[in-house]
């Protein structure tokens, strides 16, 4: 079985679990391992929730 290899991209200097240029496109601290935690982007999820939850949007179009 074979290993994903990261990518540069999916680098997370954090370790928060949000990578890195999801982080800076999204006006997060790509350094700062507690805004995964925090909720800047939207008051009822964190920012980690909110990361999650765009990976699988274009799953779940919305009705508006």
Same mark, same amino acid.
């Given at each position: 079985? $074979? @290993? $994903? @290899?990261?990518?540069?991209?999916?680098? =997370? !200097? =954090? &370790? =928060?679990?949000?990578p890195d240029e999801w982080e800076?496109?999204?006006?997060? /601290? %790509?350094? =700062?391992g507690n805004d995964g935690n &925090?909720? /800047?982007?939207? &008051? #009822?999820? +964190?920012?980690? #929730?909110?990361?999650?939850? !765009?990976?699988v949007n274009s799953l779940y %179009? +919305?009705? /508006?």
């Amino acid at each position: 079985r $074979r @290993q $994903r @290899q990261m990518c540069i991209r999916d680098r =997370d !200097s =954090d &370790k =928060d679990g949000i990578p890195d240029e999801w982080e800076t496109a999204n006006g997060l /601290n %790509p350094n =700062d391992g507690n805004d995964g935690n &925090k909720y /800047n982007l939207n &008051k #009822e999820y +964190t920012n980690l #929730e909110v990361y999650l939850n !765009s990976l699988v949007n274009s799953l779940y %179009p +919305t009705n /508006n």
